[in-house]
């Protein structure tokens, strides 16, 4: 009943604790040794045929104690000749990192960073809070100052230590204020460097490359067809606290609207489209919110019908 | 050093054994002792074939060597199968044929 | 004072200390380190002995094989982490009768027996141990290997996994 | 002058410790550079140019500054002695392996059992480690270690002796002498039985000292660094010196007992020099298994130990013998 190594080709059997009783085990063994037929008799049965849920992770075919050891010899062989093929063939990839940079990708996600408008040189944080909103994580802390031409944020603080690189609040930024970086170096010794400030997160951004993301293009990019527009605006508005605390976004383009709209769907949990979406990632919410408005209608044909 | 130095240290090694395989409580504390009281056999063996140049004492110490490893798996296997049954391996707990 | 009678005396102190350690020191573990200790001292005392072979089996079985198996059943059969195994003797005192008794009593003999004259010529060991294994104790070698073979069976016997 | 022999050998082995602990601080230097090639990368490189050669001396530099961090619940006499238990048995296996005619701390009549014998003393030192930490990880590792060297340890021996057998000796320098001629080299005597008894050998190794794809005692992913999971600093230097003085010293026997020593082409002198290059091949071969392989399962650990290499080197074994005896005591 011995497999040849252990069976290298078969997961390791249950323990035989959780058997129920001698007699049981017994006839089980004899039940399952009965078709392997002559095999069997080597004691060096392969193991692909034992029981009921095995797993075959080497080919079929091999078959008793030659079988396998060939088979094992060969796998040996070519494991080491894929090792040795890198050993001489190939040119090392390394990138001889604090010297040299690797280039990064566009869409690179690194750190976080608020951005100057380039003409007038005005922060073009709002204060509007969205970020905040949306935070998976909930690291954004925005509080805003009113002012009369627009508003500002009063206090922005980014907990980085916690941040998940995600990119929602870049995504949901009505001014592109928020971006991403071509960077990831902020390693530190301690902790408290990690919470970033407004004052912080500004120089952050001059410091650094952004990334190609701004909120506007990622929208530009998800936006529904034009006739959609008008049915996730109103959906937004009418519900959810986000709509309301952003007036600002109202103004901006419609896709804005109805993306803070998401964002709060998702919160109540109503039967929206939103809602529907069991979360793999808010940024496929927010998608379904702003899809062509044929959705909704579907949706409540299916409640009908169920 | 003469014959009678190795004797000696031969015995006292053999007491202390002997010691510990009466004392002891632990089954295999006294797996302890009787290997204590083997190896001063071997050490009186080679120091006879030393001292009267005459091999079969070696080869009797190799042989000794080699029973006292295989007693030494048996007793061990017998001291697990004991603390499987009875989850102690204290000699004074087997009691079981006291009746 | 020679080489060797210096070594004996060390190996001696070191042997006797060690043996001592093994059947007192409450920590089972740690008796079975002293234990090593007192397996490598007797393979130094078959080397003052001039038994350089069996120095070589003593510390690869004893010393490699027997405190390794013993070390195994200790771990198999303790519960080890954070608590201190200690084993408590009984009957020290009596012990200690007996076995000064058993001491005395080989002792007494020794004192008897004169001893022989130290033999000067020195044949070759590892080929006259070669030869006496397969020439004149050739059936006690196949014996012990029946014995082995016996004793592995056994041992497996008993320690399977109760299926 | 002439020196009294004691003072002769304390200052062989003086030397050949220091070049033990210079080459196995080289070794891991070579086997991060082989590595790195493997896996189409640099290896170290900052630390002295070029490409690094200094980077062996900057990181015994570092562990020896290192702070030594003893466990609270340790136990403190078996935690602290344990490193060294296990480094001198690594360090003395090359007290008998002579690197030419003459050259080498003491060439025993009995060297290679001289060798298994220490090499099989390292496991005390390894579960001191793994009991005196007090620690589940190091436990464990300290279990499966005991578990893999009790089914190696027996197919390393068995296959050692392969050698012995063939030339007639346990003496090391008469096992080399015993391989000359062309194609006199163990390997390729004895109709491929060398051959055979070299992989082996080398399989054994690897699972005696626990390398890739046999390191489930220290396994990472699971037992976070084994039984020295608690040594920092220069205890943690010293269990690293012994590993790989121990993975040298076996490739320096695999070197001897299978590829002739130090016989090569060209004088004498260069003896020593092939010797080491055939060394630094074995450990190489070594090191390619251990960067091309994943950990295998405890179970097919034990079953390939007992049911593939154990028969098969007590075989091997058995086929030298009768070869030898067939010949009757002629070149096999």
């Known amino acids: ?306 | ?99 | ?163 | 002058m002439t020196l009294p022999p004691l003072a002769q050998a304390a200052i062989a082995a003086f030397i050949v410790l220091n070049a033990v602990i210079l080459m196995v601080a080289y070794v891991t230097l070579l086997e991060r550079k082989f590595a790195a090639r493997m896996q189409s990368r640099i290896g170290p490189y900052y630390v002295g140019w070029p490409h690094g050669w200094l980077q062996p001396i900057a990181d015994a530099l570092k562990l020896m500054l290192k702070e030594d961090v003893v466990p609270a619940a340790a136990d403190r006499w078996v935690y602290n002695l344990a490193p060294i238990a296990f480094l001198v048995p690594c360090v003395l296996i090359f007290a008998t392996i002579p690197f030419a005619p003459g050259l080498g701390v003491a060439d025993l009549n009995i060297g290679i059992l001289f060798f298994l014998a220490v090499s099989a003393l390292e496991i005390v030192g390894l579960f001191m480690g793994g009991w005196g930490s007090n620690n589940k990880y190091a436990l464990i590792s300290a279990m499966r270690a005991v578990n893999q060297i009790i089914s190696y340890d027996l197919p390393f021996i068995f296959t050692a002796l392969v050698p012995v057998v063939l030339a007639g000796s346990m003496q090391l320098s008469e096992i080399v002498s015993a391989q000359t001629g062309l194609f006199g080299w163990f390997v390729f005597r004895a109709w491929g039985l060398g051959v055979l008894a070299l992989l082996a050998y080398l399989v054994a190794t690897i699972a005696a000292e626990n390398r890739v794809p046999f390191d489930i005692l220290e396994a990472e992913s699971e037992l976070v660094a084994g039984f020295r999971v608690e040594y920092s600093g220069m205890k943690f230097a010293l269990i690293q010196l012994g590993e790989y003085a121990h993975i040298l010293g076996t490739s320096f026997l695999g070197a001897l007992l299978f590829l002739g020593g130090w016989l090569g082409p060209g004088p004498a002198w260069l003896g020593p020099i092939w010797f080491l290059l055939k060394a630094i091949f074995v450990f190489l071969l070594i090191t390619w298994v251990r960067w091309s392989f994943v950990r295998i399962r405890v179970d097919q650990i034990l079953a390939i130990s007992w049911k593939l290499l154990l028969p098969l080197s007590i075989v091997l074994l058995m086929a030298a013998a009768f070869a030898v005896a067939w010949s009757g005591g002629a070149r096999v």
């Open chain 1, 1 to 306: 009943m011995s497999d040849f190594m252990g069976g290298l080709s078969k997961p390791p059997e249950p323990p035989t604790r959780s058997e129920p009783s001698r007699g049981v085990r017994g006839r089980t063994r004899e039940t399952r040794d009965g078709p392997r037929g002559p095999e069997s008799v080597t004691g060096f049965g392969t193991g692909t045929q034992r029981g009921g849920g095995s797993v075959a992770v080497l080919r079929d075919g091999a078959k008793g104690f030659w079988g396998e050891t060939l088979q094992l010899a060969r796998a040996v062989g070519r494991t080491m000749g894929v090792t040795f093929k890198n050993l001489v063939a190939r040119k090392p990839v390394t990138v001889m990192y604090p010297d040299v940079r690797r280039q990064y990708p566009d869409r690179f996600r690194g750190v976080l960073a608020l951005t100057y408008d380039k003409e007038t040189g005005e922060e073009n944080c709002i204060g509007c809070r969205l970020c905040e909103y949306i935070c998976p994580p909930q690291v954004i802390k925005v509080e805003m100052l009113k002012a009369k031409e627009r508003n500002w944020a009063k206090h922005f603080t980014l907990e980085l230590y916690s941040c998940e690189f995600c990119e929602l609040c870049v995504q949901v930024c009505p001014t592109d204020a928020i971006v991403m970086l071509k960077t990831f170096e902020l390693a530190t010794s301690d902790r408290r460097e990690l919470l970033l400030d407004k004052d912080r997160l500004h120089a952050l951004g001059l410091e650094h490359e952004h990334s190609w993301a701004t909120g506007t293009r990622l929208r530009d990019m998800q936006a529904p067809p034009k006739a959609a527009r008008g049915e996730g605006h109103r959906d937004g508005a009418t519900r959810g606290e986000a709509a309301v605390t952003a007036p600002a976004a109202a103004a901006k383009p419609a896709g804005t609207a109805a993306l803070a709209g998401a964002g709060s769907a998702e919160e109540s949990a109503t039967p929206a489209p939103a809602a529907k979406a069991d979360g793999p990632s808010t940024a496929e919410a927010v998608k379904t919110a702003a899809a062509p408005p044929a959705a909704p209608g579907e949706v409540k044909t299916k409640e009908t019908a169920e």
């Open chain 2, 1 to 99: 050093m003469s014959l009678h130095g190795y004797l000696t240290l031969g015995a006292l090694v053999f007491a202390i054994g002997l010691f510990g395989v009466v004392t002891r409580r632990n089954a295999v504390g006294m797996l302890l002792g009787i290997e204590l009281m083997l190896n001063a056999v071997n050490i009186n063996l080679v120091a006879f074939s030393r001292f009267h140049a005459d091999l079969g004492g070696i080869v009797f110490s190799l042989f000794t060597i080699a029973i006292t490893v295989a007693e030494v798996a048996l007793g061990l296997a017998i001291v697990i199968v004991i603390f499987r049954v009875r989850k102690t391996i204290e000699a004074d707990r087997l009691d079981l044929l006291r009746g």
């Open chain 3, 1 to 163: 004072m020679t080489v060797e009678t210096v070594g004996f005396w060390l190996v001696a102190a070191v042997l006797l200390a060690s043996s001592l350690a093994v059947v007192l020191t409450k920590n089972l573990f740690h008796a079975v380190l002293y234990l090593a200790v007192a397996l490598v001292a007797t393979g130094v005392v078959f080397l003052l002995l001039e038994s350089p072979f069996l120095f070589g089996v003593q510390l690869l079985l004893y010393a490699g094989g027997v405190v390794t198996i013993v070390v195994f059943a200790i771990m198999l059969t303790e519960r080890l982490v954070g608590e201190r195994i200690t084993q408590t003797s009984r009957h020290v005192v009596n012990g200690a009768i007996v076995s000064a008794a058993v001491f005395v009593a080989v002792v007494g003999f020794l004192l008897q027996a004169g001893a022989p004259a130290p033999v000067t010529e020195r044949p070759d060991q590892l080929a006259g141990l070669g030869r006496a294994l397969v020439g004149p104790y050739a059936v006690t070698l196949e014996l012990l290997g029946v014995l082995l073979v016996a004793a592995l069976l056994g041992a497996i016997y008993f320690a399977r996994a109760d299926d």
